[in-house]
């Protein structure tokens, strides 16, 4: 539920989301810095319920990739604490958190240890020490699930750049995962290879996996449920997806190019020459792309 924040910030009206359900990941007045010169995130604070879908937006620079390094481990807040499904994320417990929740990274050819596709969605299985009758069923399952059976033999370099992101997929899925983040995994993908991932995101959302996703691109931010914008390591704002992009200036002030369908409707709207039919189907197809 999203609910007005009377606190202002820089000028712009701030969205908090009061929890319906269950929180899968919480952050609280999380702050992160390299150095003592430069804070890379500042007081982060946000809720992910179980089964929502939530796009990170921001500049490049803006720290959302650090976010994503800091909830599954990767990195230790310099303030602040993170939950996953109740459990803090600390050096004692990362390790056990790592079955709840994976991440898929940029760039598909360096998540590869396997000589075959099927060795590589092993990998993290064997890991956890599930046996091998066991991990045959899921590798089978889960290749079936996003339709890599018939490259099960094959090398992982002989794959398009959208096969080896699903086989990165198949692979957290296959250690039963509850959460799984995309870190602008689609951004080194030809247009036929983003939509092909992002099918298959939409798809495990559907069945009621937690997705966080991290991305610069707004289009594959609309098929999420909520937004969050990130500006200079601080949140500019967060809700749903409707209630963001009625603020036009959230975007331009975190430097992010709306669809082309909303700068239209929000021109037509300025300079009053918006009808009633114009305004309801420029902004059903900006707002769902």
């Known amino acids: 539920m999203v609910k007005e924040n009377p606190r202002a910030k820089a000028g712009f009206l701030w969205y908090t989301m009061e929890a319906d359900g269950e929180n899968m990941i919480e952050v609280k007045h999380l ?37 994503a390094k800091l909830i599954v481990g990767l990195l230790t807040p310099t303030e602040g604490e993170i939950t996953i499904d109740g459990i803090a994320v600390n050096p004692d417990t990362v390790y056990e958190l790592r079955k ?28 956890l020490c599930i046996s091998k009758d066991e ?39 296959a250690m039963s995962t509850d959460i799984m983040i995309f870190d602008e995994a689609t951004s080194m993908l030809d247009p ?13 959302n559907e069945e009621g996996l937690t997705i966080l996703m991290i991305t610069h691109d707004i289009e594959e931010a609309l098929l999420a449920k909520r937004m969050v914008l990130l500006k200079q390591g601080e ?12 603020h036009p200036e959230y975007f331009e002030a975190a430097r992010l190019e709306l669809p082309t369908a909303l700068k239209l409707y929000y021109k037509l709207k300025q300079e009053d020459l918006m009808t009633p039919e114009l305004e309801a189907t420029l902004w059903a197809f900006g707002s769902n792309m």
């Open 31 to 67: 702050s992160f810095q390299y150095t003592a010169k430069r804070k890379i995130l500042k007081d982060i604070n946000l809720t992910i319920e179980k089964g929502d879908w939530v796009a990170v937006l921001g500049h490049n620079g803006s720290g959302k990739s650090t976010l």
């Open 235 to 246: 949140v500019l704002a967060q809700g749903s997806k409707e209630s963001i992009l009625k």
């Open 100 to 127: 709840k929740i994976g991440i898929v990274f940029q760039n598909p050819d360096n998540q590869f240890v396997g000589v075959t596709v099927r060795d590589d969605i092993a990998f993290g299985m064997e890991n």
């Open 192 to 204: 036929m290879a983003r939509a092909e991932v992002m099918k298959v995101i939409r798809a495990l």
């Open 135 to 173: 991990m045959l069923r899921r590798i089978d399952q889960y290749a079936a699930k996003i339709g890599l059976s018939a490259f099960l033999e094959k090398e992982p370099s002989t794959l398009s750049g959208g096969q080896k992101q699903r086989v990165a997929i198949a692979g957290i899925l």
